[in-house]
């Protein structure tokens, strides 16, 4: 572990790229859970639906794509600490990738806060 309290067991998780990579192919259960704080008011101007946080797990980086894993959740207002998480199974070839992404669409400033965690765990092959 690089950091106290960290578990990571596998070689599958690379903490610089923070890109889980499938050591075998086969199915696996992902989560991510992100505690994040908004910290700046919506801009003024930015349509109605502007205050949309989306969190994905993807594949391959290739978010536009089905093969990934999405919540949706609105900002309500500034200064709140939140708790967004997105999980599920994909199939992953040997070799694939999956990472966590996050689309602020109204481009207010997030934090993602420590006590945020990411697995995944090969169920079967």
């Known amino acids: 572990p690089e950091k106290e ?5 596998g070689l599958g ?8 990579t499938a050591p075998v192919a086969g199915y696996y259960a992902f989560t991510a859970t992100l505690h994040i704080v908004h910290t700046e008011q919506q801009r003024k101007g930015q349509p109605c639906g502007g205050n949309r946080l989306r969190v994905l ?4 980086s290739r978010c536009q794509h089905n093969s990934n894993l999405e919540t949706i959740s609105r900002l309500e ?13 994909l199939y992953l070839q040997a070799g694939q990738y999956a990472s966590v992404f996050v689309d602020n669409a109204g481009g207010s400033h997030l934090t993602v806060q420590s ?7 090969l169920l079967g092959v």
């Open 13 to 20: 998780l690379n903490l610089t790229s923070g890109q889980y």
């Open 57 to 60: 797990i993807c594949l391959q």
């Open 115 to 121: 006590g945020s965690d990411f697995s995944a765990i």
């Open 77 to 89: 207002s500034s200064g709140d600490l939140f708790t967004i998480s997105v999980n599920g199974v």
């Open 5 to 9: 309290a960290m578990f990571h067991r």
